[in-house]
């Protein structure tokens, strides 16, 4: 094979990274933004029962907890995904 046929495959092998990368930060933005839904109807059900049933309001800020902490995690991977997408642009550029 040519050189730049070579640079061609190559090219093609780097990219699949960089989709297969963004192709995960777009299904985690999706759950997301499902989990953000499903918090703000936590969140509506909770001010009606706080009065009216102390314990099931217990029950419903223990599941607010636990969706809070997903979409953290899941905040903190989208993040870091795209972080580990730009420094290997810029290598790529650089190695140019």
Do not use: C, W
């Not at 070579?6 to 933004?33: C, G, P």
């Not at 972080?83 to 290997?88: A, I, K, M, P």
């Amino acid at each position: 094979m040519k050189a730049k046929k070579l640079l061609a495959l190559l090219s093609q092998f780097l990219d699949a990274d960089s989709k297969t990368q963004q192709e995960e930060i777009k299904s985690i933005r999706t759950v997301l933004k499902e989990l953000k839904n499903k918090e703000r109807d936590l969140r509506a059900k909770l001010a009606d029962k706080i009065d009216t049933d102390p314990e099931d309001a217990e029950a419903l800020q223990l599941k607010l907890d636990v969706i809070y902490a997903q979409r953290r995690k899941g905040v903190m991977k989208v993040h870091a995904l795209k972080r580990h997408l730009q420094t290997s642009e810029n290598t790529e550029t650089k190695s140019d």
